[in-house]
């Protein structure tokens, strides 16, 4: 693994009784791994919604980008993870940055995920 630290290992794997251990332990909610992936950013890329449930209630950094410069905004949606995309805007993702060119909006229209564009203020 590319500097991963336990916390991210157990969102990786989806050991949701270790991720709960490291959590009580205090470990690091906001540590990037080798490739700049927060522990948020990798419960989205792996689709560990339990993981990400676990970690939204806790004071991170939502806007930390990846070393491909996406947010785990853009890549909630990349991954069509709409319910994930839905609560980073509602605690406040930051909605204005661009990735590849896109925005939030714009990738969400292209990914036909209603919810989030109208949350969004945008239409289909």
């Known amino acids: 693994m590319n500097g991963d630290s336990p916390l991210h290992l157990a969102l990786m794997l989806k ?3 270790i991720v709960a251990l490291l959590l009580a332990a205090g470990a690091d909610v906001n540590v990037p791994n080798g490739e700049g992936e927060s522990p948020i950013l990798v419960a989205v890329r792996y689709g560990n919604a339990s ?3 676990a970690l939204l209630p806790r004071r991170l950094n ?3 980008r ?3 410069e996406r947010s785990p905004l853009f890549w909630a949606i990349l991954e069509n993870h709409e319910d994930m995309a839905l609560a980073l805007i ?3 993702a930051r909605t ?3 990735s590849e060119g896109y925005t939030p909006l714009q990738l969400a229209r292209i990914q036909d995920q209603a919810r989030v564009v109208a949350l969004l203020g945008g239409e289909i």
């Open 96 to 98: 204005d940055q661009c």
């Open 66 to 68: 990846d070393e491909t």
């Open 62 to 64: 939502l806007d930390r």
């Open 15 to 17: 050991r949701d009784d």
């Open 90 to 92: 509602q605690r406040g």
């Open 51 to 53: 993981g990400f449930a």
